[in-house]
């Protein structure tokens, strides 16, 4: 386990480590707050268990824009 500074600037803004960026390689994640914790937990991590969902099907662009965003709206609802 890494542990760091990070810092906020006057607007809110969290600026995370260098070493820690590089290790995440993520620039977007969600939030969580637990117990007084905040949690940050990178947006392709979540996302990845939906990769290859269409995989085979004949499915239309608006069908596929319509169940990720279905899927998506569920996946924030349950988990954050």
Do not use: C, Q, W
């Not at 995370?16 to 392709?44: A, N």
Request: without cysteine.
């Amino acid at each position: 386990m890494t542990v760091e500074v990070a810092r906020l600037d006057d607007n809110g803004r969290l600026y995370l480590p260098t070493s820690i960026r590089k290790k995440l390689r993520s620039r977007e994640f969600y939030i969580e707050e637990h117990e007084g914790k905040l949690i940050l937990i990178p947006v392709r991590e979540k996302l990845m268990k939906y990769r290859g969902i269409f995989k085979g099907e004949s499915l239309t662009a608006e069908e596929m824009d319509r169940i990720v965003e279905e899927e998506t709206e569920k996946l924030l609802r349950d988990e954050l």
